[in-house]
């Protein structure tokens, strides 16, 4: 579990990057930590982990600060900068490094490059030649190399391709069902809402908004479609719901699916679609959420 509390870091002459910001990642779960560029994330994420200093407040893994876990790579799996490894080394010298600082058996190295699906002759190649997504899987295999329990991604999936996004979000997801924690950060909404359980959105260094994702789904409404679309207009007027029609008739709204699937079910109309209004609907969620730090909204 991370606890992160009212925590703010002021730059220079009283530029505030983090500010008075507080949430948790619970065990088991996958929390996307959200925001446009600049939003304070990797600075948050950066204070985690003990790279940078609060100006005020807390943040603690499991109860304790970073900087006082004896061994934080058996405890704490952190990538924060793909680009930050040693770019002379390779990729199986970062890892056997990192290895034997740890304390961890050889075989370890060769079990994180089969995982992260790095072949032998890229794991002898030095990392100035990676490319940006074959650096990120070995920015998961050193992450993951001493069986952490908790891990704390910055940007995870930057980088790599649809099929590597694709085998990331499977590798988190089984890791928070065996129990881990993860927290990891994006600007990409599409990236996060299909591996996040809770969601933490931050925007000009402040929380915007926080919950699971289905909390913030519902909170973004219904959308709900019935062969004889006049007749669920009707419904729907009947039962004092706000609710508008688009041009597909297709009629959204902002109660829940429950009370539109009540509602139509009272009028004895057979629904062909009822859902939350996700996808388009969690995007503009977000872009409104952190309206005034987008660099294109704000320009606007
Ligand atoms: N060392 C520093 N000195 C001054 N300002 C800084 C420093 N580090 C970060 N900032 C500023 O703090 C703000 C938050 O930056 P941060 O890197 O945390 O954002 P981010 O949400 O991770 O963005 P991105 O998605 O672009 O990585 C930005 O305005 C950034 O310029």
């Known amino acids: 579990m991370i606890t992160v509390e009212s925590l703010t870091k002021t730059y220079g002459r009283g ?11 619970a065990t088991g779960r996958v929390t996307g930590f959200l925001g446009p560029n600049g939003a304070g994330k990797s600075t948050t994420m950066r204070i ?3 790279l940078t200093p609060a100006t005020a407040g807390t943040a603690t893994i499991d109860g304790r600060r970073f900087t006082d876990l004896p061994n934080p790579g058996r405890e704490v799996g952190v990538l924060l900068d793909a ?9 199986r010298e970062i890892l056997t490094v990192a290895q034997r600082t740890m ?3 050889r075989a370890r190295v060769e ?8 072949t ?29 329990h908790v891990l704390i991604l910055d940007e995870p999936a ?3 391709d649809p099929a590597g996004i694709r085998w990331m979000r499977d590798l988190l997801r089984g890791y928070a069902d065996r129990g881990g924690t993860v927290l990891l950060s994006s600007h990409l909404l599409h990236e996060i809402e299909v591996i996040a359980d809770d969601l933490v959105v931050i925007g000009n260094g402040r929380i915007v908004a926080r919950g699971t994702k289905a909390e913030l789904l519902e909170a973004i409404g219904t959308v709900a479609r019935s062969k ?11 039962a004092d719901l706000a609710f508008t029609v688009h041009a597909d008739g297709s009629v959204h709204t902002e109660v829940g699916p429950e009370r539109v699937g009540e509602v139509a079910h009272a009028a004895g109309l057979a629904l062909t679609e009822l859902r939350h209004a996700d996808g388009a609907g969690l995007e503009e969620m977000f872009l409104e959420l952190t309206a005034d730090t987008q660099r294109e909204g704000a320009a606007a």
């Open 158 to 160: 930057n980088g790599l």
């Open 48 to 50: 985690m982990v003990g």
């Open 120 to 148: 032998d002759e890229e794991a002898d190649r030095r990392v100035r030649n990676y490319s940006l997504g074959m650096r990120q899987r070995l920015g998961i295999a050193t992450a993951l190399l001493g069986d952490p």
């Open 103 to 105: 304390g961890l058996p």
């Open 111 to 118: 079990q994180m490059l089969e995982l992260v699906s790095l």
């Open 228 to 238: 004889d679309a006049p007749a669920l207009a009707r419904a729907m007027e009947e």
């Open 83 to 91: 680009s930050a490894q040693h770019a002379g080394r390779t990729g």
């Open 15 to 25: 530029f505030t990057a983090v500010d008075d910001v507080s949430f948790s990642a």
